[in-house]
């Protein structure tokens, strides 16, 4: 092991050589194929909706859950193999995706339990927009 | 410099750390879980807004179907080549990460050099569609506005933070703005940060140095910023 300044020197113990970048340079390839497929899937997705919508009858919230897996499938994909997450230990993956493990829980919470249970309601949204309600409600003149 | 077998290890004494990761790619890693909770927080408030103003909230593939020096009518076909764009310097980074674990420097040279242009078309891409959100189209909407103070009804074109022709509520706009713009201004200076970086590639300050990690640190901001482009497309763009 490399030892700088009484330290091991992870700088270099990252480095590797030309035989091996081969078969990186081969996996992130890979990734970056599999980015690219995902985003024209979404985009066609987007596009042609109204037609799926029409000709399946699927509804909006099965759109929604997929693009969400499909987003999380790309970040994934990009924390692990772009940023080398992957290639880090146990306990620095752990550190550092364990505080959205615990976002997300706190957010499906927040979503289907606290705010997303009222803020629907008429009588909340007059407090933050008294432009849009105007606009919304005013009587029509002429 | 460096040397095998240091008889008295200095710091906290334990030799190796538990993470097996340098300080400085470590905290860029701190940072980029902050500043990824900063993107969460505004995500989230897209989230209520959608669902607070569901009723008048319009659907982004109507709106972004604009694309340069053409008037077809192509649904997020711009964004979706904006998307590719980054995907596209996200990959040109992570080469030249991994040409600086081999010590590569005229490899590391070209792939920064590649990542930096694919930046800069990425923000100059966003100038254009801001351009044409404020800009708007020729026949405006029917807008309340507030003029000396009084509420008329009057078309309005383009949008603004208090108003705009795609919704009636300024929120829209609101959130456009904020949130492309907030990942705008990290992909601006992603590229500054990048062109640093290939300049001392370029200069051979790496070479001197004997590890090419600050690559990798930048690497790691410049993912984070592909990363980040990931969710706004789906939640603003795509949903």
Same mark, same amino acid.
């Given at each position: 092991?490399?030892?700088?300044?009484?330290?091991?020197?992870?700088?270099?113990?990252?480095?590797?050589?030309?035989?091996?970048?081969?078969?990186?340079?081969?996996?992130?390839?890979?990734?970056?194929?599999?980015?690219?497929?995902?985003?024209?899937?979404?985009?066609?997705?987007?596009?042609?909706?109204?037609? /799926?919508?029409?000709?399946?009858?699927?509804?909006?919230?099965?759109?929604? /859950? *997929?693009? /969400?897996?499909?987003?999380?499938?790309?970040?994934?994909?990009?924390?692990?193999?772009?940023?080398?997450?992957?290639?880090?230990?146990?306990?620095?993956?752990?550190? /550092?995706?364990?505080?959205?493990?615990?976002?997300?829980?706190?957010?499906?919470?927040?979503?289907?339990?606290?705010?997303?249970?009222?803020? *629907?309601?008429?009588?909340?949204?007059?407090?933050?927009?008294?432009?849009?309600?105007?606009?919304?409600?005013?009587?029509?003149?002429? | 410099?460096?040397? +095998?077998?240091?008889?008295?290890?200095? =710091?906290? =004494?334990?030799?190796?750390?538990? @993470?097996?990761?340098? %300080?400085?790619? @470590?905290?860029?890693?701190?940072?980029?879980?902050?500043?990824?909770?900063?993107?969460?927080?505004?995500?989230?408030?897209? =989230?209520?807004?959608?669902?607070?103003?569901?009723?008048?909230?319009?659907?982004?593939?109507?709106? &972004?179907?604009?694309?340069?020096?053409? %008037?077809? %009518?192509?649904?997020?076909?711009?964004?979706? $080549?904006?998307?590719?764009?980054?995907?596209?310097?996200?990959?040109?980074?992570?080469?030249?990460?991994?040409?600086?674990?081999?010590?590569?420097?005229?490899?590391?040279?070209?792939?920064?050099?590649?990542?930096?242009?694919?930046?800069?078309?990425?923000?100059?891409?966003?100038? $254009?569609?801001?351009?044409?959100?404020?800009? #708007?189209?020729?026949?405006?909407?029917?807008? $309340?506005?507030?003029?000396? #103070?009084?509420?008329?009804?009057?078309?309005?074109?383009?949008?603004?933070?208090? !108003?705009?022709? !795609?919704?009636?509520?300024? +929120? !829209?706009?609101?959130?456009?703005?904020?949130?492309? #713009?907030?990942?705008?201004?990290?992909?601006?200076?992603?590229?500054?940060?990048?062109?640093?970086? &290939?300049?001392?590639? !370029?200069?051979?300050?790496?070479?001197?140095?004997? +590890?090419?990690?600050?690559?990798?640190?930048?690497?790691?901001?410049? +993912?984070?910023?592909?990363?980040?482009?990931?969710?706004?497309?789906?939640?603003?763009?795509?949903?």
């Amino acid at each position: 092991m490399e030892f700088q300044d009484g330290f091991p020197n992870y700088e270099v113990l990252a480095q590797h050589d030309n035989e091996a970048g081969i078969g990186v340079r081969k996996r992130l390839m890979n990734v970056f194929w599999l980015l690219l497929v995902i985003t024209l899937i979404e985009v066609a997705i987007g596009w042609f909706w109204n037609d /799926i919508q029409h000709s399946t009858g699927l509804s909006k919230t099965w759109l929604i /859950i *997929g693009f /969400i897996m499909f987003t999380l499938l790309k970040a994934g994909y990009i924390v692990m193999t772009f940023m080398h997450l992957g290639d880090e230990n146990k306990a620095m993956r752990w550190m /550092i995706l364990g505080p959205y493990f615990a976002f997300i829980i706190y957010l499906i919470y927040m979503t289907a339990v606290t705010e997303g249970a009222y803020s *629907g309601e008429p009588a909340h949204r007059n407090l933050l927009n008294p432009v849009t309600e105007m606009a919304k409600e005013a009587p029509a003149h002429h | 410099m460096s040397s +095998h077998a240091v008889a008295k290890p200095q =710091g906290w =004494g334990g030799g190796t750390s538990p @993470l097996a990761t340098s %300080h400085g790619k @470590l905290f860029m890693w701190f940072f980029l879980i902050s500043d990824a909770l900063t993107f969460s927080a505004l995500l989230v408030a897209l =989230g209520f807004f959608r669902h607070k103003y569901a009723d008048v909230w319009p659907v982004s593939t109507d709106i &972004f179907t604009h694309f340069p020096f053409t %008037h077809a %009518h192509l649904p997020l076909i711009y964004v979706g $080549w904006m998307t590719f764009d980054l995907i596209l310097s996200s990959v040109t980074m992570v080469l030249a990460v991994e040409a600086g674990h081999r010590k590569d420097q005229k490899a590391v040279v070209l792939w920064m050099g590649l990542t930096v242009l694919g930046g800069a078309i990425f923000v100059g891409s966003q100038v $254009w569609e801001w351009w044409i959100f404020i800009e #708007g189209s020729v026949d405006g909407a029917m807008r $309340w506005q507030l003029i000396d #103070g009084q509420w008329v009804e009057k078309i309005f074109t383009g949008a603004n933070l208090q !108003y705009n022709e !795609y919704s009636v509520t300024p +929120h !829209y706009a609101n959130f456009f703005f904020c949130v492309t #713009g907030f990942h705008g201004f990290h992909v601006f200076s992603g590229v500054v940060i990048n062109m640093v970086a &290939f300049i001392m590639a !370029y200069t051979g300050v790496f070479e001197r140095r004997g +590890h090419y990690e600050f690559i990798e640190k930048v690497g790691l901001y410049w +993912h984070f910023v592909d990363l980040v482009w990931v969710f706004v497309f789906t939640f603003f763009y795509l949903l």
